[in-house]
């Protein structure tokens, strides 16, 4: 898919047609999943997302080059006194966000700015699958399985040792009850100036309005078919989140994107929202 025109960046929240009020009032119609399921889903997650990239390898994805459009930190930030800054990917998959820019730093010799890089995955197939890349190098990167929600993270990586973490597309997978214990996992990771990248999907995105009754778990939250969750949010919730755990809010709003795919004759609006949060120094 390409852009059809450039995004748009607001704090305003989407206003619904009444066409789009109708599908959110449709997804009630069946009820909400049940306490059964949705304790099942929690239960099963990990086992979930095995299965996904059982059945995708690392075909789903595909390689996120924009990152470095949307988060110039990820280029132009001065090496570090004691050399090296670190980069932590939290929910790498099978690698489409670090390796893009591992390969960017190899093949640029000169450059000052280095990374060494941190990557997890809950799942352990996923994490796998990065550590079998050929691009994969243990004195450029560490790859490792865990849960962010717990403190798994801090047997692999030393607190307030990070430079910049990654969190694309991740906390949307994750049940809402735990989004500050992952939140409060960064802190702990952080330098104090540390900065924290996060791009998600945006409230009223469509892929949230074309959920059919029956998937929706509780507000804003869904089960796709292959029992993966996903989460829409609010621009006003993010900011908080993040202010509430020790972060102030560098920016932090909906991206309205429409993209084109000619050969399909798809044109899609969707909505995104992107953040730069930074741990404060006091």
Known sequence: M???????????????????????????????VSEFKAN???????R???IFYKRNETRFFKDRHWTTREFQELLD???????????????????????????????????ANRFYFYACDFSPRAVDFVRSNSLYDPEQITAFQCDITT??????????????CTLIFVLSAIH???????????????????????????????????????????????VRQDGTRSYFFSE???????????????????????TLNLKEGIDVPRIFLQGKFRKKST
């Open 236 to 258: 006003q919730e993010v900011a908080q989140l993040f202010l509430e755990n020790g972060f102030e809010v560098i920016t932090n709003a909906y991206v309205h994107r429409r």
């Open 77 to 111: 930030q001065p090496e570090t006194e004691g050399g090296k800054r670190n980069l932590f990917e939290v929910g790498c998959g099978v690698g489409n966000l670090v390796f893009p820019l591992l390969e960017e730093q190899n093949d640029d010799k000169d450059s």
């Open 151 to 164: 403190q798994q993270v801090h047997e692999n990586i030393a607190p307030g040792s990070l430079d910049v």
């Open 2 to 32: 390409d852009p059809l025109e450039p995004d748009v960046f607001t704090t305003k929240t989407k206003e619904l047609t009444p066409s789009e009020k109708q599908k959110l009032e449709e997804q009630n119609k069946r009820g909400l």
């Open 48 to 50: 979930n997302w095995d």
């Open 176 to 222: 809402p009850h735990k989004f500050q214990d992952v939140v409060e996992n960064l802190w702990k990771l952080l330098k104090p100036g540390g900065l924290v990248l996060f791009r998600d999907y945006g409230l009223y995105d469509m892929a949230q309005l074309r959920f059919k009754p029956g998937n929706k778990i509780s507000e804003n939250l869904y």
């Open 40 to 46: 099942k889903l929690e239960i099963d997650a990990q």
